[in-house]
T-cell receptor, first 115, second 116 residues
């Protein structure tokens, strides 16, 4: 399995500011994913991040609001830009490795509160 | 459009008894299904999965059943233990088209409480 570390684990931010969430994996992985879990809701995929290419965003999510970087095979960042209280959620990083594993592994999540 | 639904927000079970968590899906392209367990302040942890070519998969105390015609799957935990108390998420993927295992559609989750 993969060990995934996310930073920060939680933060309280002012509206209008931006927060960058880091995701570090202990092994090289092909694909990394960013999910959001709004309060009382299911996990929703924001985007898929492959190394060396632009992230692919799901319907309802745009690059200007959630820019993603994937500089190498073990690291990715998600930025939540120009935050509003509606962005208060848990943001989760997950990975899948070349179909070696048949399931995705998740980081512990970043709990974001926007005030 | 909720493609994966867990209609029971919560379930309470006595220790030693069976826990049955249910999940329905609407997208007929889904061909791989997973259950994840989530504790507060932690990320989801993979429990068990099943491919659409099977109707049952067992792993220790956990069994997943898939009824493709009804677009329904269930997770059975026998016997239930207090440490099983957590939120359980059903998830689905459409792998046949080359989709990654990591691109998942989740249900809303069911809070399982196992009483000693």
């Amino acid at each position: 399995s993969a060990v995934i570390s996310q930073k920060p684990s939680r933060d309280i931010c002012q509206r209008g500011t931006s927060l960058t969430i880091q995701c570090q994996v202990d092994s090289q992985v092909t694909m990394m994913f960013w999910y959001r879990q709004q309060p009382g809701q299911s996990l929703t995929l924001i985007a898929t991040a492959n190394q060396g290419s632009e992230a692919t965003y799901e319907s309802g999510f745009v690059i200007d609001k959630f820019p993603i970087s994937r500089p190498n095979l073990t690291f990715s960042t998600l930025t939540v830009s120009n935050m509003s209280p509606e962005d208060s959620s848990i943001y989760l990083c997950s990975v899948e490795a070349n179909r070696v594993w048949t399931e995705a592994f998740f980081g512990q999540g970043t709990r974001l509160t926007v005030v | 459009d909720q493609q994966v639904k867990q209609n029971s927000p919560s379930l309470s079970v006595q220790e030693g008894r069976i826990s049955i968590l249910n999940c329905d899906y609407t997208n007929s392209m889904f061909d791989y299904f997973l259950w994840y367990k989530k504790y507060p302040a932690e990320g989801p942890t993979f429990l068990i999965s099943i491919s659409s070519i099977k109707d049952k998969n067992e792993d220790g105390r956990f069994t997943v059943f898939l009824n493709k015609s009804a677009k329904h799957l269930s997770l059975h935990i026998v016997p239930s233990q207090p440490g099983d108390s957590a939120v359980y998420f059903c998830a689905a993927s459409a792998l046949a088209g080359g989709t990654s295992y990591g691109k998942l559609t989740f249900g809303q989750g069911t809070i399982l409480t196992v009483h000693p």
